[in-house]
């Protein structure tokens, strides 16, 4: 097999030998076919796209999805803006602010795609005259009640188990306006559109009133929150990153016509990728937008390879042309097989149970083979016609790396013992990473939606909400008694528990309609004990209710079926699904089998989806190992020396969820691609170190020591400078207010740093350990 891989190295590098001077010879046409290439790729960015669901997170595949959308099909849809009215006197109940919610409500109704709106002030309440039912607005006229008036609303609102601690607190100090949004999902400005005039319809509030603050939160915000958020970091963070690597390429090549030829590779690998991301029809969502920070981070590299090891032949007297054939000659196959391996890599991440995570993979793998095209065509032909001025200075940092070598030649039994205590004592912290995805904490404090939140989880009710649809097994069932008491214990059961601040269920109006229907007397105030009874009590109140504020939300259509929605504070994946196993054993236990039901709703949707991920990706991690794995063999044409290559390659990202578990104990769904993302980069540094390693063993003919002496001498510098680069690169990423974003690059920033550690500290001593002896 040695023989035969060498035959066809041999076979490429003729090849090779031609395309070298092949560029330089079609340099000008080279430039021309490049620049036509980008514009015709990029010129599908017209074609981009922001997501502005939720949803986009789950695949159609994705059980809790496809069970929160069949309830949505029964019952209404709960996509919502709750604008919270907060008093500045801390006082809901005086005629100025009822008058404002009053308003506020009414006005809401004209919001694009409004089909409900609930408040204090239409709440319907029920009453008894004789024996009749009368359903009324709870506020009919603020400006003309008196004080007894607003002692006896306050007194029937905070004790309503319908509005307390949904749309009251108990201390009445603020009070919200649900507004259901249906919106038809032909446009991707429909939810812009609706937040628009949200904010507006606040921003009128706070005028009419100045007593007030108006916060809004509730899914359309969440959603507005994913696109603003999104094209805020492709606006902020490409052209901080941009700067970032301007200055590490200028310092690190210290050449003008370098830093430009590098920069144009960026900008052309960013352009090709989104463009042709328009072509392909991918929406952006805020992990794909962080694709051109990540496609600028990894094009980098290749350069940096080839310019410096060009810089490098032109100070050791080579002419220009002849240092790019040097340089080309010795980077063209580590270059091309670390962005093979990097493709590999991201493409692995199409294993993945989160769709944005794919594009994200989809789209840097089209970035980086973008780059590798550019940087080994456009990038040598560029360099050809540009003046090149070199500093002499530069050299210092070369020999500065020829003596970090010698240290670790010199301490190598040293290193090698004590990297593999480190990484045993950091990888023993991994058991204390527990998963957790609170989408609420998706984004930093610096974002509205955010803030919003913050304060109704605070003042108001919980963001978190599990819904159910119990089924009474017949077409009329849900009047039963004996349905109905065993959904008044199920809600009784859940208001028990911890974290849980309203369950909304039908229990609750069925006993105020009895109550009422005996004369408003409290003693009546439980369900109806007959079937015949019930029906007629809904029948009678649904006649009764005004247009849009019907039954629907909670009520099938034939009648068979009603929906518990519970709501909590915002707590953790663990606490929230232990909770709805809970329920679920309950409901086994308890209630009749056709009653039984999961919990579904976006925060479970959320709660699962790391775990879901993280199963979903082994086989994605396992095949690019294999695969990694089985082209660095190939090159290198060792299986011996493949094999020590995998440890330092493996070891980073366990050493990184170590440290990770270490400071943080918490992983979400971004980090659970992490291994994935960053295992095609850090083999790179590797392949790198030992095409330099292998070059002095089998062509020079030197001991393990001189090897790793010559490949620190000759690629050390480089792989300092791309994984700086690198690091800085997603460290960028932290700035994100997105969580998901900032998380993944500060992993992916420590993945990357003790990858190079380990190539510097780790893998030498190996070689020198295993190899020593040997010719």
Not at 43 to 49: D, H, P, Q, T, V
Not at 316 to 329: F, N, P, T
Not at 432 to 450: G, L, P, T
Request: glycine share 6%; aromatic share 10%; net charge positive.
């Amino acid at each position: 097999m040695s023989k035969n891989t060498g035959n066809l190295w041999s076979r490429v590098g003729s090849f090779n030998g031609a395309y070298y001077h092949a560029i330089l010879r079609w340099r000008w046409w080279i430039i021309a076919a490049s620049v036509v290439t980008v514009i015709a790729a990029g010129s599908g960015m017209r074609f981009l796209g922001f997501s502005d669901n939720y949803r986009v997170f789950f695949s159609p595949e994705n059980p809790q999805l496809q069970a929160f959308e069949a309830l949505q099909n029964v019952y209404t849809k709960s996509d919502n803006i709750l604008l919270v009215v907060a008093p500045k006197n801390g006082r809901v109940f005086t005629r100025e602010t009822l008058t404002t919610v009053k308003w506020l409500t009414q006005e809401a109704w004209k919001l694009p795609y409004s089909s409900r709106v609930d408040s204090i002030t239409n709440f319907q309440h029920t009453t008894a005259r004789g024996d009749d039912l009368v359903v009324r607005d709870l506020v009919p006229e603020p400006g003309s009640l008196s004080d007894a008036d607003l002692a006896r609303i306050q007194d029937i609102a905070l004790n309503e188990p319908l509005l307390r601690n949904r749309l009251i607190p108990p201390k009445a100090h603020v009070t919200g306006v649900n507004v259901t949004v249906v919106l038809p999902e032909k446009s991707l400005n429909e939810t812009p559109e609706v937040m628009a005039q949200a904010r507006a319809l606040a921003a009128a509030a706070k005028a009419r009133d100045p007593n007030v603050e108006v916060y809004l939160t509730g899914v359309v915000p969440m959603n507005n929150a994913f696109a603003e958020e999104s094209l805020r970091d492709m606006t902020t963070l490409v052209p901080i990153m941009y700067a970032v690597v301007l200055a590490i390429i200028f310092v690190s090549v210290r050449s003008v016509s370098g830093t430009v030829g590098a920069l144009l590779v960026i900008l052309f690998s960013i352009v090709t990728a989104l463009g042709l991301t328009g072509w392909l029809g991918i929406r952006l969502t805020p992990p794909t937008a962080s694709s051109p920070t990540v496609i600028l981070t990894l094009a980098i590299a290749h350069s940096i390879h080839i310019l410096l090891t060009m810089f490098h032949s032109m100070r050791q007297g080579r002419d220009k042309h002849a240092a790019i054939v040097e340089s080309l000659r010795i980077n063209w196959q580590p270059v091309f097989l670390t962005s093979f391996t990097t493709v590999i890599g991201f493409l692995s991440m199409n294993f993945s149970e989160v769709p944005p995570f794919r594009d994200l993979g989809n789209i840097v793998a089209i970035g980086v083979t973008a780059a590798w095209v550019y940087s080994v065509l456009f990038l040598p032909a560029f360099m050809a016609v540009a003046p090149v001025r070199l500093k002499p200075a530069r050299e210092r940092a070369w020999r500065s790396m020829e003596r970090f070598g010698e240290f670790v030649i010199r301490r190598r039994r040293a290193l090698l013992w004590g990297s593999a205590l480190v990484t045993a004592g950091l990888v023993a912290f991994i058991p204390r990473n527990d998963f957790n995805d609170e989408f609420v904490k998706y984004f930093d404090q610096s974002v509205e939606f955010r803030r919003h939140t913050d304060f109704v989880q605070d003042n108001l009710s919980g963001s978190y909400q599990v819904h159910y649809s119990l089924a009474a097994g017949a077409s009329g069932g849900i009047s039963d008694p004996a349905y109905l008491k065993k959904l008044e214990e199920f809600a009784a059961w859940y208001r028990a528990q911890p974290n849980v601040v309203h369950v909304n269920a039908l229990t609750d109006t069925m006993k105020r309609l009895n109550k009422n229907l005996h004369g408003d007397d409290p003693a009546w105030y439980r369900l109806p004990d007959s079937r015949a009874l019930s029906a007629q009590y809904l029948l009678l109140y649904e006649l009764s209710l005004p247009f849009g504020l019907d039954l629907n939300d909670q009520i099938n259509v034939d009648k068979s079926a009603t929906r518990v929605v519970v709501t909590l504070n915002n707590v953790s994946t663990k606490k929230l699904l232990a909770l709805e196993a809970s329920a679920e054993q309950w409901l086994h236990d308890n209630a009749p089998p056709a009653m039984f039901a999961t919990g579904t709703g976006p925060a479970l949707m959320f709660s699962h989806i790391s775990a879901r991920n993280i199963r979903s990706m082994i086989g994605g991690n396992l095949l690019a190992l294999v695969l990694v794995s089985g082209v660095i063999m190939l090159a290198i044409r060792s299986l011996r020396v493949g094999l020590i290559s995998l440890l330092p390659n493996l070891v980073p990202a366990g050493m990184a969820f170590g440290l990770w578990g270490l400071l943080v104990g918490q992983v979400g769904m971004a980090l659970s691609v992490v291994t994935a993302l960053t295992f095609g980069i850090v083999v790179d540094d590797t392949i790198h170190f030992l095409s330099k390693y292998l070059h002095a063993r089998r062509d020079k003919g030197l001991d393990p020591h001189a090897a790793v002496r010559y490949a620190f001498a000759t690629v050390g510098m480089a792989l300092a400078v791309t994984s700086l680069i690198l690091v800085a690169g997603f460290l960028v990423l932290t700035f994100s207010a997105f969580k998901l974003n900032a998380d993944m690059g500060t992993m992916c920033a420590l993945t990357i740093a003790l990858a190079l550690a380990a190539d510097y500290l780790m893998l030498p001593p190996l070689l020198m350990k295993l190899e020593e002896g040997k010719k």
